[in-house]
């Protein structure tokens, strides 16, 4: 079974500060999806990531898919309070939409 | 807009009732549909697979017989919790997968339930 290991688990930073979330696998992801949660609600797609290498912008929000496809990060400029939530890297079992989630990064920003 | 919904958003239930949930795609068929039980400060687990005119797939360790799946349409997925018991007090959530040329999966807003 593949499993999906995010770190840090618990981030709590200030406003304006930067940081970076990863997402490392077992074995090699087909597709990789970063999901934001935020409390009561489902997850809402950020990004997918598919080719080795391949980075994506999503304005302060960069995502990362390592060049073997085992790991993935996230990294956040300038974080505002709004970036609060559970980020959940997802990867999508090969042939289905049958999604394994990673562990979790639990964020919190300062005002 | 929302494309999949969920009713109820929350739910209070005594030990030893059933309690069902509904996981609707709202402009888009979906033969598939997948229930996650997400725990408090935990992350989304898979539990079953949900298909239209057969029966659901479960994942390891999930009861197939507490956890009652029902595709009744393109439309509509339940989840009925039979017999609950305080520890399956969770956060449902539901997805579908809209099969466009983008292949956007879309969850639910969750139902949150309550054993007492």
């Known amino acids: 079974t593949q499993l999906l290991e995010q770190s840090p688990q618990f981030l709590s930073i200030q406003e304006g500060e930067n940081l970076t979330v990863y997402c490392n696998s077992s074995s090699v992801f087909s597709s990789l999806q970063w999901y934001r949660q935020e409390p009561g609600e489902g997850p809402v797609l950020l990004v997918t990531v598919v080719t080795g290498g391949e980075v994506k912008k999503l304005k302060r929000l960069t995502f990362q898919f390592g060049d073997a496809r085992k790991d993935s990060s996230l990294h956040i400029t300038a974080a505002q309070p709004g970036d609060t939530g559970l980020y959940l890297c997802a990867e999508t079992t090969s042939g289905t939409y049958k999604y394994i989630f990673g562990t979790g990064t639990r964020l919190k920003v300062l005002a | 807009g929302a494309v999949v919904s969920q009713h109820p958003s929350w739910v209070i239930c005594k030990s030893g009732t059933s309690v069902k949930i509904e996981c609707r795609s709202l402009?888009?068929?979906?033969?598939?549909m997948f229930w996650y039980r997400q725990f408090p400060k935990q992350s989304l687990m898979l539990m079953a697979t949900?298909?239209?005119?057969?029966?659901?797939?479960?994942e390891q360790g999930v009861e197939k017989d507490k956890f009652l799946i029902n595709h009744a349409s393109l439309t509509l997925s339940t989840l009925t919790v039979t017999s609950a018991h305080p520890e399956d007090s969770s956060f449902y959530i539901c997805?579908?997968?809209?099969?466009?040329?983008?292949?956007?999966?879309?969850f639910g807003p969750g139902t949150r339930l309550t054993v007492l």
């Open positions: 997805s579908a997968p809209r099969l466009t040329h983008t292949d956007t999966q879309y």
């Open positions: 402009d888009f068929q979906a033969t598939t």
């Open positions: 949900s298909n239209e005119g057969s029966k659901a797939t479960y």
